[in-house]
């Protein structure tokens, strides 16, 4: 795990459903230049944990295209889909201290956000197959932490995401244990992302302290908005970006994130880049969770 006086280690972790687009281009640039600005070291991790969500080709495209951005990561590509084991191990750490337990509830059966009411705890060694594997939240849990951007923040996690799910109805491991488990692995210091993680965060946390992993520090970004308010993604149409216009969109992002406009003599992205590395400011972004994409339009 890293110590307080690591280096700094950040990553951009896309899910390959679909190519590279603004939204997700902002992500990859402002995790970037925060990491080499500090002088550190930049990795990419590729959440193919979901085989039903994701688009044949999608990972190799994203990874061209962060190519095609000047966005160069150091050390190799982790990959989601060839982690199972180590997500196995965390689960059976969990296990044998007692904090997970088996849940066959239907639909019908779990409360509001799928959270479980606890009418399959008392039937442990008869729940039937399927069945969901969750940790247990104790109800006074509370979590706090302070996000670089949005500022201080208190949740009320056995209240709000009592009991998650760490091991899916499907048997796929679930998203929230395998960031916490590969983020350690890569001793991760720093996650840049989008605000539509924020309240995945407190839930990563609480993992971290079960499983003695030490939390990185946080920056949840402003997610872009289309006009009906929904974030820009591929499930909403976002369009992808063309590689051949990388440096325009470079350009995008950075306005959108507020930094200092690279002068127009600078053409290449590598120029782009480095101007930018040595200009970022993170101060500068606002600190909102969302922007309406129409108020970007110059
Ligand atoms: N794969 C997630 C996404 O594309 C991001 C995960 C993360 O940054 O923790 O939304």
Not at 248 to 259: D, M, P, S, V, Y
Request: charged content about 20%; some cysteine; aromatic content about 6%.
């Amino acid at each position: 795990m890293p110590d307080s006086n690591a280096q700094y280690r950040g990553r951009f972790a896309p899910s390959p459903t679909g190519p590279l687009h603004l939204g997700s281009l902002i992500a990859a640039v402002a995790s970037y230049l925060d990491a080499r600005s500090c002088g550190g070291t930049w990795l990419v991790r590729m959440d193919d944990l979901d085989p039903p969500r994701e688009e044949p080709g999608a990972a190799q495209c994203i990874l061209l295209s962060l190519q095609g951005h000047g966005l160069h990561w150091d050390e190799s590509v982790m990959w989601q889909s060839e982690r199972a084991p180590a997500y196995t191990a965390a689960l059976e750490e969990l296990a044998t201290r007692d904090h997970l337990f088996c849940c066959d509830c239907t639909r019908a059966m779990l409360g509001p956000g799928g959270s479980c009411r606890g009418r399959c705890r008392p039937r442990q060694s008869a729940v039937n197959s399927p069945c969901s594997t969750r940790v247990s939240v104790p109800d006074n849990c509370q979590i706090h932490f302070t996000d670089q951007l949005q500022g201080p923040q208190h949740i009320s996690l056995g209240e709000q995401f009592p009991d998650f799910v760490v091991k899916r109805k499907d048997r796929l491991d679930a998203y929230q244990l395998a960031v916490v488990v590969d983020d350690a692995e890569q001793a991760i210091t720093h996650v840049v992302r989008g605000s539509d993680l924020l309240d995945s965060t407190p839930r990563q946390i609480f993992l971290q302290q079960l499983l003695g992993y030490r939390s990185p520090k946080y920056c949840h970004l402003p997610v872009i908005t289309n006009s009906q308010g929904q974030k820009l993604s591929k499930q909403h149409h976002a369009p992808a970006l063309d590689d051949k216009l990388a440096p325009a969109n470079l350009r995008g992002a950075l306005k959108f994130l507020q930094q200092t406009a690279p002068p127009l003599p600078l053409t290449t992205v590598q120029q782009i880049l480095s101007f930018a590395i040595g200009h970022w400011s993170p101060r500068r972004i606002p600190a909102t969770l969302a922007i309406p994409e129409s108020s970007l339009v110059s």
